[in-house]
């Protein structure tokens, strides 16, 4: 008998503190409160959510999000960052996205 390795199980609903991404409904919220997102911004948080509390690169984002494998140099990256950051963290005490100097940005609670 062919010994298979256990199908790994897709991750649905994913969570950085009280910040909660519904991967099946498409639907977000941070301490139960419902954020309306755009398709490309719902992407950009589950990028940084399943990378939480490691830097993801202006390059990873590009490709992952935008499917660019060049520097468009357009300042797209950075005006969804923007847009997230005003939906996401603005109304709350705890800011949960973060500015890696020189680097990119991380998704995590501060500590």
């Given at each position: 008998?062919?010994?298979?390795?256990?199908?790994?199980e897709?991750?649905?609903?994913?969570?950085?503190?009280?910040?909660e991404l519904d991967?099946?409904?498409?639907?977000a919220?941070r301490g139960?409160?419902?954020?309306?997102?755009?398709?490309?911004?719902?992407?950009?948080?589950?990028?940084?959510?399943?990378?939480e509390g490691r830097?993801?690169?202006?390059?990873?984002l590009?490709e992952?999000v935008?499917?660019f494998?060049?520097?468009p140099?357009t300042s797209?990256?950075e005006?969804?960052?923007s847009?997230?950051?005003?939906?996401?963290d603005?109304?709350?005490?705890?800011?949960l996205l973060?500015?890696v100097?020189?680097m990119g940005?991380?998704l995590h609670?501060?500590?």
């Amino acid at each position: 008998l062919a010994r298979r390795p256990p199908v790994q199980e897709m991750k649905t609903l994913l969570r950085v503190a009280d910040l909660e991404l519904d991967l099946m409904r498409r639907q977000a919220s941070r301490g139960g409160q419902p954020i309306d997102l755009l398709p490309k911004e719902f992407t950009l948080l589950e990028v940084l959510m399943r990378n939480e509390g490691r830097v993801v690169t202006r390059t990873m984002l590009l490709e992952r999000v935008w499917d660019f494998h060049f520097d468009p140099k357009t300042s797209v990256v950075e005006t969804h960052i923007s847009r997230l950051r005003a939906k996401i963290d603005k109304p709350f005490d705890l800011a949960l996205l973060h500015t890696v100097k020189n680097m990119g940005y991380s998704l995590h609670a501060s500590r």
